[in-house]
């Protein structure tokens, strides 16, 4: 039984997760799930989580070392793992991973679309950074390729799942420091909905998960969510495998429904004291400096 103050975390950040092995299992056993971002956080959680249920996980990530590392670990356990070393900025690439995974496996049941790159940058210290070309290549245009590649040989066989772990703060309002990411997993989710809604007639589904706070790597950078309520990567991973047992198009915490509602009818407002957080922010980083 979770100890109250996880049941307490969930119940305030989670979105809606299956918790149960035995309805994961009877989902994806026996089917071939690849999930991007592999090496690290949620990936590597949600791969060790769908492998102990009965899949067969390919994992992709930029660290051969680290995924050969995971994928031993999930083997060790009694499951199936294949890796795949990609670098999703790389277009060549993408598409001789896509020929591989399409070569050693007859049928892809899931995809999930997990890896991604977050940056926290006042948007003039961005100018010289390209930091919006290299989160749209890792959060948009990358996936897209791999997605692109292997869809084909997906309604071919007669579709299959396509899960985006996308953010909370993929939807509005911007947020001060992160118009790069926001823009580059928004983007994302947009087309992917279009996608979904294309081939919908043709087995292919498609859901977004909007996380919350997750305690990984990628949040390690930013002081202000050291101390901040965070889930879990494995609280995370029951999260993204949902759509894989419930037929959602969205996975949402409860209260995401409150932000896009007060971004509707109160955008001046919300919009002002955006902007005031950010004023106190840089007059408070100013004097730390001085």
């Not at 040989?153 to 579709?159: D, N």
């Not at 050291?226 to 409860?254: D, G, I, K, M």
Request: one cysteine or more; glycine letters at 10%; charged letters at 20%.
């Amino acid at each position: 039984m979770a100890a109250p103050l996880t049941l307490i975390r969930r119940l305030l950040l989670s979105p809606p997760a299956c918790r149960d092995p035995r309805r994961l299992m009877a989902a994806v056993r026996d089917q071939t799930v690849l999930v991007t971002g592999a090496s690290h956080g949620i990936g590597e959680a949600t791969a060790r989580l769908l492998a102990r249920c009965g899949a067969e996980v390919l994992l992709l990530a930029r660290s051969g070392e680290r995924l050969a590392e995971v994928a031993a670990g999930i083997r060790a356990a009694g499951g199936r793992a294949s890796i795949y070393r990609l670098d999703l900025t790389d277009p060549t690439a993408v598409k001789a991973v896509a020929a591989q995974i399409e070569a050693h496996h007859p049928r892809i049941d899931a995809v999930i679309s997990n890896a991604g790159h977050s940056i926290r940058r006042p948007i003039l210290h961005s100018a010289g950074k390209d930091d919006l070309g290299r989160l749209l290549a890792v959060n948009f245009s990358g996936p897209a390729a791999l997605l692109l590649a292997l869809l084909p040989r997906m309604v071919a066989g007669g579709g299959g799942v396509i899960v985006s772990v996308s953010s909370a703060s993929a939807l509005p309002p911007g947020l001060p420091r992160w118009a790069a990411y926001q823009g580059s997993k928004a983007g994302f989710d947009l087309w992917l909905g279009s996608l979904g809604n294309e081939l919908r007639g043709r087995g292919v589904r498609v859901s977004s998960v909007y996380l919350p706070l997750v305690r990984t790597r990628m949040i390690a950078p930013t002081r202000a969510y050291r101390f901040a309520p965070a889930l879990t990567p494995l609280e995370a991973a029951q999260s993204v495998v949902y759509p894989l047992v419930n037929p959602v198009r969205r996975v949402a915490p409860w209260w995401l429904k409150g932000q896009q509602v007060a971004a509707l009818l109160l955008p001046n407002t919300l919009d002002r004291a955006l902007g005031g957080m950010e004023e106190m922010e840089r007059r408070l980083t100013g004097r730390r400096k001085e």
